[in-house]
Nanobody
Framework: QVQLVESGGGLAQSGGSLRLSCAASGRTLSSYTMGWFRQAPGKEREFVAA????????YCADSVKGRFTISRDYAKNTVYLGMNSLKPEDTAVYYCAAGPSWRPTTSADYAYWGQGTQVTVSS
């Protein structure tokens, strides 16, 4: 079992920055993929970014490339999503997820999910 707890969400102005954290516990993540997804009101959940715990390969959605950065801290067992140049359309609940395979955009491949953290970007 893996437990995931997100933090760092809140209110930001357009053009501003936030950093989300996802603290993981429960088992080793060495073979896992860690991902961030988001869901805006009335919309489907969508992939944002992912990182392989071992090796650090990353993959980001086109909509956030150049603005968002995913990273991990081994010592803290934590994954981060740095978000810069925020836009109102980034407003959503952001979810952290963990899964054993490297198909980063496929939500069904993620076995564990956090509760989500709200990000609101005002124009």
């Amino acid at each position: 079992q893996v437990q995931l707890v997100e933090s760092g969400g809140g209110l930001a102005q357009s053009g501003g920055s936030l950093r989300l954290s996802c603290a993981a516990s429960g088992r080793t993540l060495s073979s896992y993929t860690m991902g961030w997804f988001r869901q805006a009101p009335g919309k489907e959940r969508e992939f944002v970014a992912a990182i392989r715990w071992s090796g650090g390969s990353t993959y980001c959605a086109d909509s956030v490339k150049g603005r968002f950065t995913i990273s991990r801290d081994y010592a803290k067992n934590t994954v981060y999503l740095g978000m810069n140049s925020l836009k109102p359309e980034d407003t959503a609940v952001y979810y952290c997820a963990a899964g054993p395979s490297w198909r980063p955009t496929t939500s069904a491949d993620y076995a564990y999910w956090g509760q989500g953290t709200q990000v609101t970007v005002s124009s």
